[in-house]
Nanobody
């Protein structure tokens, strides 16, 4: 059974940093493209970032470019999202996603097979 578990959410002030982690079990981690999505109240689940199987390629939504960094450690079955210069509009539940067939350019939530339970990130002004 595939399982994704996220860690690292919390309440921070604008300008602060947070690092999210997500651990995959039940599937060969290095065979999966990994991604982060986020969902604010009343809104759709939006793409944030993705990273290729080996980690060489990444993609980001425009609003986080230069502030967020996605990375992975295949030896630890873990993907990270380093979030710097956080803004109130970054407030959302952040979800980790995995898929063995997609590429980093696939930004649609409906195309990812495996999901974590989500972790809340709240940025106060």
């Amino acid at each position: 059974q595939v399982q994704l578990v996220e860690f690292g959410g919390g309440l921070v002030q604008a300008g602060d940093s947070l690092r999210l982690s997500c651990v995959l079990s039940g599937r060969t981690f290095s065979s999966c493209v990994m991604a982060w999505f986020r969902q604010a109240p009343g809104k759709e689940r939006d793409f944030v970032a993705a990273i290729s199987r080996g980690g060489a390629s990444t993609s980001y939504t425009d609003s986080v470019k230069g502030r967020f960094t996605i990375s992975r450690d295949n030896a630890k079955n873990t993907v990270y999202l380093q979030m710097n210069s956080l803004k109130p509009e970054d407030t959302a539940v952040y979800y980790c996603a995995a898929d063995p067939y997609k590429g980093v350019s696939d930004t649609s939530a409906r195309n990812y097979d495996y999901w974590g339970q989500g972790t809340q990130v709240t940025v106060s002004s």
